[in-house]
Nanobody
């Protein structure tokens, strides 16, 4: 099992940047594929970005391509989401998730979830 704790959310002006972190417990973090999802109130949970074990093949939702960057530091058991050029429509609770199966944009593919961190982008 792995426990996930997100941090780094907050209030930012449109055009600004934030970096989210997701710290994982356990000694097998490098074996997990990690994903970032987001959910705004009343909406479905949407895929944002994902990264495989090595970090060489990230995956992004079209809505964030060119603005967000996912990365991981296996030595620190942490995955990051660098968010630049933020827009009001990026406002949501951001969740990190882990799986040992495959990199996927589908939330049911992930077995472990953090509690989320709120991001608010003011216009």
């Amino acid at each position: 099992q792995v426990q996930l704790v997100e941090s780094g959310g907050g209030l930012v002006q449109a055009g600004g940047s934030l970096r989210l972190s997701c710290a994982a417990s356990g000694r097998t973090f490098s074996m997990y594929i990690m994903g970032w999802f987001r959910q705004d109130s009343g909406k479905e949970r949407d895929f944002v970005a994902g990264i495989d074990w090595s970090g060489d093949r990230p995956m992004y939702a079209n809505s964030v391509k060119g603005r967000f960057t996912v990365s991981r530091d296996n030595a620190k058991n942490t995955v990051y989401l660098q968010m630049n050029s933020l827009k009001p429509e990026d406002t949501a609770i951001y969740y990190c998730a882990a799986t040992r199966r495959r990199l996927s944009p589908e939330s049911p593919s992930y077995d472990y979830w953090g509690q989320g961190t709120q991001v608010i982008v003011a216009s």
